[in-house]
Protein backbone atom coordinates (compact mmCIF):
# COMPACT_ATOMS: atom_id res chain seq x y z
CA UNK A 1 0.00 0.00 0.00
CA UNK A 2 1.36 4.06 -0.57
CA UNK A 3 2.09 5.47 2.26
CA UNK A 4 -0.83 8.06 1.56
CA UNK A 5 -3.49 5.08 2.66
CA UNK A 6 -0.93 3.99 5.00
CA UNK A 7 -1.12 6.93 6.73
CA UNK A 8 -5.15 6.67 7.48
CA UNK A 9 -5.10 3.28 8.58
CA UNK A 10 -7.86 1.42 9.02
CA UNK A 11 -9.73 4.10 6.76
CA UNK A 12 -6.46 3.58 4.26
CA UNK A 13 -7.23 0.04 3.57
CA UNK A 14 -10.95 0.36 2.93
CA UNK A 15 -9.83 2.48 -0.23
CA UNK A 16 -9.23 0.42 -3.35
CA UNK A 17 -7.46 2.69 -5.31
CA UNK A 18 -6.09 6.49 -4.98
CA UNK A 19 -8.66 8.44 -8.07
CA UNK A 20 -7.09 12.01 -6.95
CA UNK A 21 -4.10 12.69 -4.89
CA UNK A 22 -4.05 15.43 -2.38
CA UNK A 23 -1.04 17.48 -4.26
CA UNK A 24 -3.37 17.00 -8.06
CA UNK A 25 -6.43 18.47 -6.25
CA UNK A 26 -4.62 21.16 -3.89
CA UNK A 27 -2.81 21.88 -7.31
CA UNK A 28 -6.24 22.43 -9.17
CA UNK A 29 -7.44 24.50 -6.31
CA UNK A 30 -5.07 26.92 -6.45
CA UNK A 31 -5.67 27.60 -10.33
CA UNK A 32 -9.35 28.14 -9.03
CA UNK A 33 -8.28 30.07 -6.40
CA UNK A 34 -6.19 32.69 -8.99
CA UNK A 35 -8.87 32.22 -11.44
CA UNK A 36 -11.35 33.27 -9.31
CA UNK A 37 -9.30 36.16 -8.18
CA UNK A 38 -8.66 37.67 -10.73
CA UNK A 39 -12.79 37.20 -11.76
CA UNK A 40 -13.69 38.93 -8.46
CA UNK A 41 -10.99 41.76 -7.99
CA UNK A 42 -12.99 44.77 -6.99
CA UNK A 43 -16.18 42.70 -6.45
CA UNK A 44 -15.74 41.51 -2.84
CA UNK A 45 -17.39 38.77 -3.37
CA UNK A 46 -20.16 36.59 -1.09
CA UNK A 47 -18.63 33.05 -0.88
CA UNK A 48 -21.37 30.80 -0.21
CA UNK A 49 -20.51 27.16 1.00
CA UNK A 50 -23.14 24.05 1.66
CA UNK A 51 -22.36 22.09 4.72
CA UNK A 52 -20.83 19.60 5.36
CA UNK A 53 -18.72 18.31 2.32
CA UNK A 54 -17.56 21.71 1.29
CA UNK A 55 -15.55 22.02 4.61
CA UNK A 56 -12.32 20.74 3.32
CA UNK A 57 -12.72 22.46 -0.56
CA UNK A 58 -14.06 25.91 0.87
CA UNK A 59 -11.23 26.44 3.25
CA UNK A 60 -8.58 25.27 0.91
CA UNK A 61 -9.79 27.36 -1.90
CA UNK A 62 -10.48 30.36 0.73
CA UNK A 63 -6.85 30.14 1.10
CA UNK A 64 -5.70 30.29 -2.49
CA UNK A 65 -7.73 33.81 -3.01
CA UNK A 66 -6.14 36.91 -3.00
CA UNK A 67 -8.76 39.88 -2.92
CA UNK A 68 -11.01 40.79 0.08
CA UNK A 69 -14.16 38.50 0.20
CA UNK A 70 -16.15 37.26 2.61
CA UNK A 71 -18.33 33.78 3.50
CA UNK A 72 -21.44 32.30 4.64
CA UNK A 73 -22.74 28.51 4.95
CA UNK A 74 -26.37 26.85 4.73
CA UNK A 75 -27.08 23.62 5.57
CA UNK A 76 -29.73 21.76 3.26
CA UNK A 77 -31.10 18.33 4.09
CA UNK A 78 -33.68 16.33 1.90
CA UNK A 79 -37.00 15.00 3.43
CA UNK A 80 -36.65 11.70 2.03
CA UNK A 81 -34.85 9.63 -0.78
CA UNK A 82 -37.90 10.13 -2.88
CA UNK A 83 -38.92 13.45 -2.28
CA UNK A 84 -34.90 14.50 -2.77
CA UNK A 85 -35.14 12.47 -6.13
CA UNK A 86 -38.42 14.67 -7.21
CA UNK A 87 -36.01 18.05 -6.55
CA UNK A 88 -37.35 18.97 -3.02
CA UNK A 89 -34.48 19.59 -0.39
CA UNK A 90 -34.98 21.69 3.55
CA UNK A 91 -32.59 24.48 4.34
CA UNK A 92 -32.16 23.70 7.71
CA UNK A 93 -29.29 26.50 7.81
CA UNK A 94 -29.65 29.97 5.90
CA UNK A 95 -27.45 32.31 5.41
CA UNK A 96 -26.72 35.26 7.87
CA UNK A 97 -25.59 37.58 4.98
CA UNK A 98 -27.98 39.59 2.79
CA UNK A 99 -27.32 39.03 -0.30
CA UNK A 100 -29.38 41.67 -2.53
CA UNK A 101 -27.13 43.21 -4.99
CA UNK A 102 -23.86 40.93 -3.34
CA UNK A 103 -21.73 38.96 -5.95
CA UNK A 104 -22.36 35.96 -4.63
CA UNK A 105 -20.39 32.62 -5.67
CA UNK A 106 -21.65 29.37 -4.72
CA UNK A 107 -19.11 26.54 -3.33
CA UNK A 108 -20.50 23.17 -3.92
CA UNK A 109 -18.30 19.82 -3.36
CA UNK A 110 -20.13 17.75 -5.48
CA UNK A 111 -22.61 17.85 -7.83
CA UNK A 112 -24.53 14.80 -9.18
CA UNK A 113 -28.17 14.75 -10.01
CA UNK A 114 -27.86 18.51 -9.98
CA UNK A 115 -31.47 18.43 -8.07
CA UNK A 116 -29.48 20.35 -5.05
CA UNK A 117 -28.13 22.69 -6.39
CA UNK A 118 -31.06 23.79 -8.74
CA UNK A 119 -32.87 24.29 -5.17
CA UNK A 120 -30.31 26.10 -3.90
CA UNK A 121 -30.08 28.77 -6.45
CA UNK A 122 -33.63 28.99 -7.31
CA UNK A 123 -33.74 29.97 -3.66
CA UNK A 124 -30.53 32.15 -3.94
CA UNK A 125 -31.67 33.78 -7.38
CA UNK A 126 -35.04 35.01 -5.60
CA UNK A 127 -33.26 37.31 -3.12
CA UNK A 128 -31.80 39.11 -6.15
CA UNK A 129 -28.31 39.13 -5.80
CA UNK A 130 -25.82 41.04 -8.62
CA UNK A 131 -24.73 37.87 -9.58
CA UNK A 132 -24.85 34.14 -8.77
CA UNK A 133 -22.00 32.12 -10.37
CA UNK A 134 -21.09 28.10 -9.08
CA UNK A 135 -17.89 26.70 -8.62
CA UNK A 136 -18.08 22.77 -8.06
CA UNK A 137 -14.86 21.27 -7.49
CA UNK A 138 -16.35 17.45 -8.17
CA UNK A 139 -18.87 16.96 -11.26
CA UNK A 140 -20.11 13.41 -11.57
CA UNK A 141 -21.82 14.21 -15.40
CA UNK A 142 -23.21 10.81 -15.55
CA UNK A 143 -26.40 11.09 -13.43
CA UNK A 144 -27.38 14.60 -14.12
CA UNK A 145 -31.23 15.24 -14.66
CA UNK A 146 -30.96 19.53 -14.74
CA UNK A 147 -28.35 21.12 -17.04
CA UNK A 148 -26.84 23.78 -14.53
CA UNK A 149 -24.03 25.87 -15.85
CA UNK A 150 -20.70 25.58 -13.59
CA UNK A 151 -18.57 28.44 -14.38
CA UNK A 152 -15.77 27.05 -12.00
CA UNK A 153 -15.55 23.50 -12.29
CA UNK A 154 -12.37 20.95 -10.43
CA UNK A 155 -12.44 17.65 -11.75
CA UNK A 156 -14.89 15.37 -13.24
CA UNK A 157 -15.60 12.08 -11.42
CA UNK A 158 -16.84 8.73 -13.29
CA UNK A 159 -19.64 6.67 -11.62
CA UNK A 160 -17.35 5.22 -9.21
CA UNK A 161 -18.10 5.00 -5.06
CA UNK A 162 -15.62 7.63 -3.47
CA UNK A 163 -14.70 9.15 -0.42
CA UNK A 164 -12.30 11.78 0.60
CA UNK A 165 -12.07 15.81 0.89
CA UNK A 166 -15.36 15.87 2.30
CA UNK A 167 -17.38 13.36 0.46
CA UNK A 168 -18.58 10.27 2.98
CA UNK A 169 -19.87 6.79 3.53
CA UNK A 170 -21.96 6.77 5.96
CA UNK A 171 -20.37 10.03 7.82
CA UNK A 172 -16.92 8.61 7.35
CA UNK A 173 -13.60 9.11 5.55
CA UNK A 174 -14.38 12.80 5.12
CA UNK A 175 -10.93 13.20 6.30
CA UNK A 176 -9.30 11.74 3.90
CA UNK A 177 -6.90 14.04 1.85
CA UNK A 178 -7.16 12.22 -1.56
CA UNK A 179 -9.98 10.96 -3.18
CA UNK A 180 -9.99 7.29 -3.30
CA UNK A 181 -12.43 4.46 -4.02
CA UNK A 182 -14.07 2.67 -1.42
CA UNK A 183 -13.89 -1.16 -1.50
CA UNK A 184 -16.48 -3.03 -2.24
CA UNK A 185 -16.45 -5.33 0.24
CA UNK A 186 -16.95 -1.80 2.87
CA UNK A 187 -20.22 -1.22 1.02
CA UNK A 188 -21.77 -4.59 1.95
CA UNK A 189 -20.64 -4.41 5.59
C1 LIG B 1 -23.89 16.29 -1.62
C2 LIG B 1 -23.48 17.64 -2.18
C3 LIG B 1 -24.76 18.16 -2.74
C4 LIG B 1 -25.48 16.90 -3.20
C5 LIG B 1 -25.31 16.74 -4.67
O1 LIG B 1 -24.42 16.47 -0.37
O2 LIG B 1 -22.94 18.49 -1.21
O3 LIG B 1 -25.49 18.88 -1.78
O4 LIG B 1 -24.89 15.81 -2.52
O5 LIG B 1 -26.13 15.73 -5.16
P1 LIG B 1 -27.21 15.99 -6.29
O6 LIG B 1 -26.55 16.75 -7.40
O7 LIG B 1 -27.61 14.58 -6.73
O8 LIG B 1 -28.38 16.72 -5.70
P2 LIG B 1 -24.76 15.28 0.65
O9 LIG B 1 -26.23 15.02 0.64
O10 LIG B 1 -23.86 14.12 0.38
O11 LIG B 1 -24.45 15.98 2.04
P3 LIG B 1 -23.04 16.30 2.74
O12 LIG B 1 -22.42 17.44 1.99
O13 LIG B 1 -23.43 16.71 4.13
O14 LIG B 1 -22.23 15.04 2.68
Known amino acids: ?61 LRNITIPMEMDFIAVSSYSAEARDQGYVRMVKDLETPIHGRHVLFLEDVIDTGLTLNYILQNLRARQPASLEVCVLFNKPEHRLINIPLKYKGFDLPDQFVVGYGLDYREKYRNLPFIGVLNAEVLKR
Open 1 to 61: MDDARKAYGSMGKDIQDILIPAETLQKRIADLGRQISLDYLGLNPLVVGVLKGVLFFMADL
